[in-house]
């Protein structure tokens, strides 16, 4: 079954605005990852936080981890037209198989 | 250079028929996997490969079967196509040997079934 949830499912802001999207999961963790898809393309790496990690930055980026609560967040700060895309979280897990197991996704709108 | 590539991109094909996707990356790396994403944009992982050899196979319909050749090489044949299985499907690499944590994404294939 699919693993984490993400919400707000939708986000539309205007540029300039931040954007932040949360993602929970359900197991423990070796790391989450945020990844972006643009309409039509495949998934691209953003960022990775470790499970002994609680906030990591990446430009405009700021991802925060609470495994007590077993939640994400990633902020995207001064947001522009072109990070419109879809927003996936995935966790690998520490069951040993090395797979992500990815969240439902965030579809984010930014208005120019 | 294209760093993970899938062919084809695009597939219309009748139920009933066989068909495959072919995806091959040029990074190096020793780990390959095939997700599919459904029409609500679930990305749920098939297979993964490690130095041709299948370290995860999740609960999949045998009609599913992937190949390695080789480990820059992985693909995917799929038998009697049911509308069911119509999505797009990616392939991903990685370098687990390396300690690489993220994966590398293809274009994707987007399937579609008559």
């Known amino acids: 079954s699919q693993q984490g949830e993400e919400d707000p499912q939708a986000l539309s802001i205007q540029e300039g605005e931040n954007a932040t999207m949360n993602c929970s999961y359900k197991t423990s963790i070796n790391n989450l990852q945020w990844y972006r898809q643009n309409s039509g393309r495949g998934l691209v790496h953003l960022i990775l936080?470790?499970?002994?990690?609680r906030e990591k930055h990446s430009g405009r980026l700021r991802v925060t981890l609470d495994t007590s609560k077993k939640s994400s967040s990633l902020l995207i700060t001064a947001s522009r037209a072109a990070d419109t895309a879809s927003y996936f979280c995935?966790?690998?897990?520490?069951?040993?198989?090395?797979?992500?197991?990815f969240g439902a996704g965030t579809r984010l709108a930014v208005h120019p | 250079d294209t760093a993970v590539s899938q062919t084809p991109k695009y597939l219309v094909t009748q139920m009933g028929n066989d068909k495959s996707i072919k995806c091959e990356q040029n990074l190096g790396h020793d780990t390959m996997y095939w997700y599919k994403q459904d029409s609500k944009k679930f990305l749920k992982i098939m297979f993964s490969y490690n130095n041709k050899e299948l370290i995860i196979n999740e609960t999949v319909p045998n009609r599913f079967s992937p190949k390695s050749p080789d480990k820059a090489h992985l693909n995917l044949h799929i038998n009697s196509l049911e509308l069911g299985d119509s999505a797009v499907y990616f392939c991903?690499?990685?370098?687990?040997?390396?300690?690489?944590?993220?994966?590398?994404f293809g274009p994707g294939t987007r399937l579609l079934v008559l």
């Open positions: 995935a966790t690998d897990g520490t069951g040993g198989y090395n797979k992500l197991i």
């Open positions: 936080i470790r499970s002994n990690e």
């Open positions: 991903a690499s990685r370098d687990l040997a390396g300690g690489m944590e993220t994966q590398y």
